[in-house]
């Protein structure tokens, strides 16, 4: 069959950027059903030629057959180092536009068919409309884009999604490589050190009889890790330390209910045992998930609450925090301590996710130091003036931010060995939960700290919360200007805190000069599908250490072809920041190969891209033949870079999509649960890509084009079924999953019927 010298063209187009990134050894970009396809195998948009679609490869950033010479960023040669960070400065000039009842002056509305009333009536009021769909991944709309050949709308949404999974899967990685086997060797040291306490010379009887039994405590605390992580046991332990192990080891994995501890004088909510996030992916990762929750589930309180409600020394709970602490710091056989192998586990997962949020082993050995006098040993420890004194210094000392308030869990300040970190939107949520008046917070607490005025809008006009809590609206005053307050730098401390002052980025409320689709009644709540969406994939990522809330007590292509990028120059410019402190944090630790190297350079070029595209639509400058041949190949650039970052050998990632053997990770549907008060959690995570259409101003005529943006959700569940993204996916799929907040509902316009098929359809030939 012939082709038209267009079609010619942009097939030419697809295979020089195929040619560019798969000399040598980079395979076309193959799928086993077209895209639009929905998994059941049936057709939601169109087929492809028989049935299957395949997309080429995307080149560099800035590559293309086009004939133009692509950007070079001066920062190439220094991407690693991050340096200081500078707001960008662009200009937002374009004029305001309207759309004509029915589309009349859209150039291109003729290519998507029909479309419903309700998605009329929004694009012809708003400029935008969003539709769901069925699809496992959001770039799989933008390559049936470019098989249907209508323009795409980058969305920050689908940039977010790949830094997901760059950020995932690195950790995962890292703690498969590096941390899993590092907390099994520092474990089974441990256990072998307190050992030692057995043998301790000086002292009365009684008070090596009372150290024993207290390490005792101790070892069936580290054997409990032991066998939860995989690690070897050293023979010699007692029957009765086996015994309490034992017995907590069966609650452990029951994971059922709040319930006393068989080691420890308080409760533990035993549910946050469920291996979920991630961590359902292997075995390895599965062990490692269980030993590092059970390390940062474990209190070493200074005061208990007794049965009468007053507060008691923790006298045992002194003595055993002292105990471990000592034993951590005293030299080995090398003359090295075991809290250096602490700090080997501890420190790498600072960096990803933040400081923990109760007190560290490092930061109790100085208030032993000043208690006790540095060259204390065990038996001073049993001093109860000076535990007396510890309790009363103890509770001096920083307290943790996420002050949880649950029925028999002891809180305050506290030592935790591996604690949970402190993380802003945990702050967030339990310092706008109480009980009984708001026992759960919602997702748009945290947007409207971050800055949304449209989250406010709908916690107090759609759900009157400072109705139900007449202390709600000055709360939430105080934590906005709390976090208003916070500088870039604190901002940047680690990712997760970057992660959200990139999203915070979004929230503003747009001026003059944007294009009018964003400047819209209804784009705000676009915004914080937005934010709460890669909020919820940040929460799953970080779910083993991020510490929960509680509260319960208390080329030259066809022209017509064009694309547009959302206009969001600040995001982009963080996000490309926070890309390179990731690349440069892993690098600077060891964790960063050249595949990965490479894969990260990649993804920080597209970055910059569309911060430069962006620029330049806000200033109404045209964009160049290259720039829409970028935009043309978005999905097979984004289905790429998911691909390779799960592939693990190749530079930029020898696997197809198909052949990844996951089926969960094929699937962008995650959940995380982030708060918890009496036998009920509050889940949140994303489901299937939906889809937006908007109308856009290109070279003074206005445009129709299509995007993917996140589904967002936020239910609550039993704690003892806290959910996997296995059994999430299979809610998502069977029809049983909640539904999304009430306040999506006006945004969400049903489904669009399928865009027409062109008469010239595409194919890379690869």
């Not at 049936?144 to 977010?160: G, M, Q, R």
């Not at 690349?583 to 190969?593: S, V």
Request: proline share 6%.
């Amino acid at each position: 069959m012939l082709r038209s010298n267009r079609t010619v063209r942009l097939v030419a187009v697809f295979l020089t950027l195929v040619l560019v990134l798969t000399a040598p050894g980079l395979g076309g970009c193959r799928r086993t059903r077209t895209p639009g396809e929905d998994s059941d195998g049936t057709n939601a948009t169109n087929p492809g030629p028989g049935g299957t679609t395949t997309t080429g490869q995307t080149g560099d950033p800035g590559t293309s057959g086009s004939g133009e010479t692509p950007p070079v960023y001066p920062e190439d040669a220094k991407w690693l180092d991050p340096g200081a960070f500078k707001s960008p400065d662009f200009a937002a000039v374009l004029k305001p536009y309207s759309v004509a009842a029915g589309l009349a002056n859209v150039a291109n509305r003729e290519q998507f068919g029909e479309f419903d009333p309700d998605m009329t009536k929004a694009l012809v009021q708003s400029g935008f409309a969003i539709g769901s769909t069925v699809e496992q991944q959001l770039f799989y709309i933008y390559e049936n884009n470019a098989y249907l050949k209508v323009p795409s709308l980058v969305t920050t949404d689908s940039i977010l999604q790949v830094y997901h999974v760059f950020y995932d899967f690195v950790l995962r990685r890292t703690e498969t490589g590096a941390l899993y086997p590092k907390a099994r060797e520092f474990t089974t040291s441990m256990l072998k050190e307190l050992m030692k306490l057995h043998d301790l010379n000086g002292g009365t009887k009684a008070a090596r009889s009372e150290v024993s039994s207290n390490a005792d405590c101790l070892l069936a605390y580290f054997l409990v890790g032991a066998r939860l992580l995989g690690a070897d046991v050293p023979e010699g332990l007692s029957g009765s330390v086996q015994e309490m192990a034992g017995a907590e080891l069966q609650q452990v994995r029951a994971a059922g209910a709040r319930a006393q501890s068989a080691i420890f004088p308080f409760l533990l909510d035993y549910t946050q045992f469920i291996p979920r996030g991630h961590y359902t992916r292997s075995e390895e990762l599965k062990q490692y998930f269980l030993g590092l929750m059970w390390y940062g589930q474990v209190p070493f309180p200074f005061k208990l609450q007794a049965a009468n409600g007053s507060e008691v020394v923790a006298t045992e709970s002194i003595i055993e925090a002292s105990l471990l602490t000592y034993t951590l710091h005293q030299p080995g056989k090398d003359g090295v301590a075991l809290i250096d192998s602490w700090k080997d586990l501890y420190e790498p997962t600072v960096f990803f996710v933040g400081q923990a949020d109760d007190l560290t082993p490092v930061e109790y050995k100085s208030l032993m130091d000043r208690v006790y006098g540095q060259s204390a040993g065990p038996v001073d420890f049993l001093d109860r003036a000076r535990i007396n004194k510890m309790a009363e210094e103890g509770s001096k000392l920083r307290q943790p931010r996420i002050a949880n308030q649950l029925a028999g869990i002891p809180s305050g300040a506290q030592m935790r060995f591996m604690g949970q970190r402190y993380i802003p939107d945990s702050e967030i949520l339990q310092r706008l939960s109480q009980w009984p008046e708001r026992p759960i917070p919602r997702g748009l607490d945290v947007a409207a700290v971050l800055g949304s005025a449209r989250a406010e809008d709908h916690l107090t006009g759609l759900y009157k919360e400072d109705q139900k809590w007449p202390d709600y609206l000055d709360r939430l005053g105080l934590l906005k200007d709390q976090f208003g307050r916070m500088g870039d730098g604190e901002w940047q401390s680690d990712v997760y805190h970057g992660w959200l002052w990139a999203l915070k980025a979004m929230c503003a409320t747009k001026g003059q000069g944007f294009p009018s689709f964003m400047r819209s009644q209804a784009w705000p709540d676009k915004v914080l599908n937005t934010t709460l969406g890669s909020w919820a994939e940040l929460r799953h990522d970080t779910l083993l250490y991020a510490k929960a809330s509680g509260a319960e007590c208390g080329g030259d292509g066809p022209p017509e072809i064009l694309g547009y990028v959302e206009p969001e120059v600040e995001f982009y410019a963080r996000l490309g920041w926070l890309t390179e402190k990731l690349a440069a944090g892993l690098e600077q630790r060891g964790y960063l190969n050249e595949q990965m190297r490479a894969k990260f350079h990649y993804f920080r070029r597209l970055v910059r891209f569309l911060e430069d595209v962006s620029k330049k639509e806000l200033a109404g400058q045209p964009l160049t033949r290259a720039e829409y041949d970028q935009i043309l190949t978005y999905g097979a650039a984004l289905e790429h870079m998911t691909a390779s970052v799960i592939d693990t050998e190749s530079p930029f990632g020898g696997v197809h999509w198909f052949e990844i053997q996951s089926e969960t990770d094929k699937n962008m549907a995650v959940i995380a649960d982030i708060h918890t008060s009496l036998g009920t959690c509050l889940e949140a995570g994303v489901g299937p890509a939906y889809e937006i259409y908007a109308v856009v101003p290109i070279d003074g005529k206005l445009y129709l084009t299509r995007g993917a943006v996140f589904s967002y959700y936020e239910f609550t569940q039993p704690t003892n079924a806290r959910l996997t993204d296995e059994a999430w996916q299979r809610q998502l799929n069977d029809g049983s999953a909640p539904p999304q907040p009430e306040w999506l509902a006006p945004l969400i316009k049903g489904k669009k019927k399928a865009i027409p098929q062109p008469r010239e359809t595409y194919t890379s030939g690869c």
